[in-house]
């Protein structure tokens, strides 16, 4: 056995095989979505520009475009849009700035008014919230304004209407500043997480009072961040559409937007040369915020992030404690609670009125929504293309901020500045731009999902990509270096090192995409249609048509999905930190 073991004769040995290349690598499927991202965002711009220069227009469109942009109801909109989002924007911004600086700088801080400022007003769809102030202060039968009314009456004060009225330029005035006051929050909130408080401290220490430091040092220090939120008001004011449709129209009180989409969605044919010639000022007005904004960061004399850390022990505002926290906490109940408490007292009732009685309550309205199958389909597409935009946008946004981070040069650079355009135009721009682009040939996508979603993506990738380079950032880069260090391919390292570690972050960008996409009111009402409905849509139409109990109870039903949705977002969110 030993010698036929001997002479077996070996096999030959198999030659190794140089490992195939896949045809795609991680980062060319990067650079592929990249791609994508841009061509979405500049080919639609590209063309509307183009429109407004007269280049590929025929001269009937041209003159009909400069006509509407010379006539004097134009100016008439634009003042009164100045107006509307200069005064509540100047309101905004104050609010914004005291109630980030008690909650970040004083022993009045609540802590969880960080996290639920900005996210309040966005869980009510801003035309929901609209009609829920209606509700409570109309003149006439406005709730709030029967109990003041009843009241008044009990000491010999008799009313017939009144005293609300939120038809007016004072209650549109209002309704602009509730809705802008969070954006400044948030932008103004995180410039002071990052700011220096040693020359608070400083003046402090000389014998300055609390508000004296706020005045001259902590406000101009914050220049940057007062900057930025300047352009955000502006940009979201003049995006807004739902507000002065609900509140401004009744009053009297035409502005660009509601205008706008009138001319695209509400004209047939559609008017898109009278809503580019309505698009120039509104993109003149941003133009002008963003020069602002670049003077005033440009100009110095702010303070900078040093090496030391940020956090210092909370002022003591003494008697003014409480008064600030309920100052606050008031906020949120203006934001949220009064008008969805608006909401629901309408949606039981079988058609509004001033007379509130609670043996008349039903639930009606909320059976009538799943039977009318406009209302049911509208809140079935709004949900699944916000499933689907969010996470197309937050993975879009992930692989961009791997091109981005992983190569720094002024291409990437110069990409990454293209991404970010929509967050510096308002969605009345994007949406017209859309229509401009896709609805006619080549592409013919008026009236379909695709124009929808593709939307949707565009109008929010810059909030991805801001989630997800944060994220990145917080993995640092030697995790990725040792992974790469110890042999494993990009794809590998994304999937088994990155991702995994920037899931928190990615979950709550996708949570908050979620709330903007279903919440959206502008791009719907100009893109969607009665074969696609979606929530935005169906809530115009049921205003339109005088259905009030019944958009009650489909604003309260979106306010709770989107809650429940975000809510339970946040907290696997939490448990996938305590895992890792």
């Known amino acids: 056995m030993s010698t036929t073991l001997l002479d077996r004769t070996p096999e030959p040995e ?3 095989t140089p490992r195939k290349k896949p045809l795609l690598t991680f980062r060319g499927v990067c650079w592929i979505v990249m791609a994508i991202v841009v061509f979405l965002i500049l080919y639609p711009l590209v063309r509307t520009t183009l429109g407004m220069l007269g280049i590929g227009t025929d001269a009937a469109q041209l003159g009909q475009m400069w006509a509407t942009f010379w006539q004097r109801s134009t100016l008439t909109m634009t003042v009164n849009t100045v107006l509307a989002v200069g005064i509540a924007g100047i309101g905004a911004l104050a609010a914004g700035a005291l109630f980030a600086w008690a909650n970040e700088r004083t022993d009045a801080r609540l802590g969880f008014a960080a996290r639920s400022l900005p996210l309040i007003p966005m869980f009510i769809p801003s035309i929901a919230a609209a009609v829920g102030w209606v509700f409570l202060a109309s003149s006439n039968a406005g709730l ?30 209002f309704a602009y500043f509730l809705f802008l006051t969070p ?5 103004i909130s995180s410039g002071l997480q990052s700011l220096d408080p040693a020359l608070e401290e400083a003046s402090r220490s000389s014998g300055a009072s609390a508000f004296t430091t706020f005045r001259r040092v902590t406000l101009p220090s914050l220049r940057p961040s007062l900057a930025a939120s300047v352009l955000l008001i502006a940009t979201m004011g003049f995006a807004l559409f739902s507000i002065p449709l609900v509140i401004g129209t009744p009053a009297g009180i035409d502005v660009l937007p509601v205008e706008i989409v009138h001319m695209v969605a509400h004209e047939y044919p559609s008017n898109k040369a009278g809503a580019l010639g309505l698009s120039i000022v509104v993109v003149a007005v941003v133009i002008l915020c963003w020069m602002l904004q670049r003077r005033l960061v440009r100009s110095g004399g702010h303070a900078t992030i040093s090496g030391r850390g940020a956090r210092s022990a909370a002022l003591q505002l003494g008697r003014w404690r409480w008064p600030v926290r309920i100052a606050m906490l008031g906020f949120m109940a203006l934001t949220a609670a009064l008008p969805l408490l608006g909401l629901v007292a309408v949606s039981l009732q079988s058609y509004w009125t001033a007379n509130f009685s609670f043996s008349s309550l039903t639930l ?5 929504l799943f039977d009318n199958e406009l209302v049911w389909g509208g809140l079935q597409n709004s949900v699944v293309l916000a499933a689907i935009g969010a996470t ?11 091109v981005v981070e992983s190569r720094r040069s002024k291409v990437t650079q110069t990409l990454d500045g293209i991404v970010k355009i929509p967050a510096t135009l308002t969605h009345i721009i994007i949406a017209v731009a859309f229509v401009v682009a896709f609805a006619g040939a080549p592409f013919y996508l008026v009236g379909t999902y695709a124009i929808l979603m593709l939307a949707y993506v565009v109008l929010y990738i810059p909030q991805a990509t801001f989630y ?15 992974s790469a260090t110890s042999g494993a391919a990009a794809w590998t390292t994304f999937r088994r090192v990155l991702l995994p570690l920037m899931a928190p972050g990615l979950i709550a960008g996708w949570s908050l995409l979620f709330v903007l996409i279903t919440g959206d009111i502008t791009a719907s009402s100009m893109l969607a249609g009665t074969h696609t409905p979606v929530v935005g849509f169906v809530i115009l139409d049921l205003w339109t048509s005088g259905t009030y109990p019944r958009l009650a109870a489909l604003g309260v039903l979106m306010t709770v999905v989107a809650s429940i949705v975000v809510l339970t977002v946040m907290w696997l969110r939490d448990k996938l930190r305590l895992v890792l």
């Open 392 to 402: 197309a946008a937050i993975v879009a946004g992930a692989l961009i901020t791997m």
């Open 14 to 16: 198999l030659e190794s």
């Open 183 to 187: 954006y400044a929050y948030l932008t």
């Open 468 to 482: 997800s380079s944060a994220a990145y950032h917080q993995v640092g880069r030697q995790l990725t270096e040792a």
């Open 144 to 173: 709030l304004n029967v109990l003041i009314r009843n009241v008044l009456g009990t000491v010999g004060i008799e009313m017939t209407e009144g005293p609300l009225n939120i038809h007016s330029w004072p209650g549109l005035i």
């Open 364 to 368: 009606s309205n909320y059976e009538s």
